[in-house]
């Protein structure tokens, strides 16, 4: 096939993938299973574009859930996952082994699976996907700790999972101390991440760059560099990556805004390369013989092992009963489990092909189950949240031969800055608002102007006072005129 026409389908695959946003809104339809259908559309069964390889298919998969779990780490905010810490965790390693241990089992009675052979099924089918998570999830509404909770658990969970695939793939005896590995596996891959994303903060804000976008650039590069390590090391590189980006998501970095962006569409670009790719594998002729094993995988992971990895997770850390049955019908499953099930495939483990149609059928029809039915159901359990205040948003970037760095603040729908005057922010004295951007139109504000929401400010400050402005801003915001500096958590 010649470079143009590989071109031509390339942008026609993206433009149409991004219609399918539009359309799978209106549709109320998660746009993942718009991006499957596109693959099979071009496919052997469609376009007749055979594909085939299952080595190529898991490495490129791989760097997509790279990418996916770097933009998910890079765009959380700590301060709303911190209270879901606890659980969160569990629900990605004891929920995950509570999982596997339990649709193995029950696999291994209703089709007859060799044990070690159900347990890799089992391994398989236990994560949650971050792509569809962070796509379902942002725009539902519901509350910071149960959202917080779904989104640690998607971006903590590929790692343990991925380890147990490996192990119930491989030949290898599994020994009394091999979940010892696994667990050193996890915390120093974990560790690696987390030193990564701090050294990696540290050196963007120190950096001088000679251009805006080489933030983002360098920024993605961390991340990558934290996955090359911790495999390097011969620990959890999915970890790594995922903790690099929190880290840095949450770092006072350089043209965060423009950074954010960056990675976002990375993350878009990402899904949508995976999802299509992975429908392009599948075999249409195939899919009907695994349509019995999808739907007993699919009653045991829905009905009972969703349900006790929940409780087992969630229960200790006495969350209330309907948070619990929410998650259990939130455990959205994407393309991370096609992605593990072709691990078995390209190893050459018997019966692999049969778990991959029936992981491509389950997929599918979980997604569109769930999926579509997630907004009805937190609100059938009262955990929509309507008109919740977000935080205000502050952008940095520096301008070094002056020792300073302009902030750029936009003021949100429910922000409590919405109505104080310009002198009642109280900033630090060296510094000033220089521009308030109003409707489009810019001004120069005095003590005594008033902000209002949807207020575009412009704060210059020195290096030394950032963090305090910063503060000062986010604690107004969180508390109105009459917060105090410390008390309203600013930092």
Not at 217 to 244: N, P
Not at 408 to 426: I, N, T, Y
Request: charged fraction near 15%; charge should be neutral; glycine fraction near 12%.
């Amino acid at each position: 096939m010649e470079l143009t026409t590989v071109l031509g389908i390339v942008a026609a695959v993206l433009l149409v993938s991004v219609l399918a946003v539009r359309v799978s809104v209106r549709l109320g339809l998660p746009s993942l299973l718009l991006y499957l259908a596109i693959g099979v559309v071009l496919g052997e069964a469609g376009f007749g574009i055979r594909f085939d390889d299952a080595e190529l298919t898991k490495a490129l998969g791989i760097v997509a859930l790279v990418l996916i779990l770097a933009e998910g780490g890079l765009t959380t905010r700590w301060q709303d996952v911190r209270p879901a810490l606890g659980v969160g965790t569990a629900l990605a390693t004891l929920g995950v082994g509570v999982s596997i241990a339990v649709t193995g089992g029950a696999l291994h009675l209703l089709l007859d699976l060799e044990w070690r052979t159900a347990l890799l099924w089992g391994a398989v089918l236990s994560s949650t996907d971050a792509a569809a998570v962070f796509s379902v999830l942002r725009g539902l509404g519901v509350g910071k700790r149960l959202a917080g909770t779904l989104e640690l658990e998607s971006g903590l969970n590929d790692a343990p999972v991925f380890i147990a695939v490996i192990l119930f793939a491989s030949t290898d005896a599994i020994h009394w101390w091999t979940p010892l590995l696994a667990v050193y596996e996890l915390g120093v891959g974990g560790l690696v991440g987390g030193v990564l994303g701090w050294l990696g903060a540290q050196a963007l804000r120190r950096a001088a760059l000679p251009a805006t976008g080489l933030y983002p650039l360098a920024t993605m590069a961390v991340c990558l560099a934290a996955y090359v390590t911790a495999q390097g090391v011969h620990t959890s590189g999915l970890l790594a990556t995922y903790v690099a980006g929190l880290v840095l998501g949450n770092a006072r970095l350089p043209h965060r805004g423009d950074t954010l962006s960056f990675v976002e569409g990375m993350g878009w670009l990402a899904q949508i390369g995976l999802f299509v790719l992975l429908g392009l594998y599948a075999s249409p002729e195939r899919l009907g013989g695994a349509l019995l094993p999808a739907l007993a995988a699919g009653a045991v992971l829905v009905l009972l092992a969703r349900p006790l990895s929940v409780i087992a997770s969630a229960v200790p850390f006495r969350m209330p009963w309907r948070e619990q049955v929410f998650l259990s019908w939130a455990g959205l499953r994407g393309a991370v489990p096609i992605v593990l099930a072709l691990i078995p495939l390209a190893t050459g483990v018997p019966g692999a092909e049969r778990l991959v149609d029936t992981v491509f059928l389950l997929v599918t029809a979980l997604t569109l189950l769930q999926g579509t039915t997630l907004p009805a159901v937190a609100r059938r359990l009262g955990l929509v949240r309507s008109a919740q205040a977000r935080e205000v948003d502050v952008d940095a970037a520096p301008l070094d031969e002056l020792g300073a760095v302009l902030l750029q603040v936009r003021v949100p729908d429910g922000s409590r800055l919405h109505g104080v005057h310009v002198g009642e922010l109280r900033l630090p004295s060296t510094a000033t608002i220089s521009l308030v951007v109003r409707s489009g139109a810019g001004f120069a504000p005095q003590r005594d102007t008033r902000l209002r929401t949807g207020d575009q400010l412009l704060v210059v400050t020195t290096e030394t006072t950032r963090v305090a402005t910063e503060r000062r801003i986010r604690a107004v915001d969180r508390a109105g005129r009459l917060a105090t500096w410390f008390g309203e958590s600013g930092r």
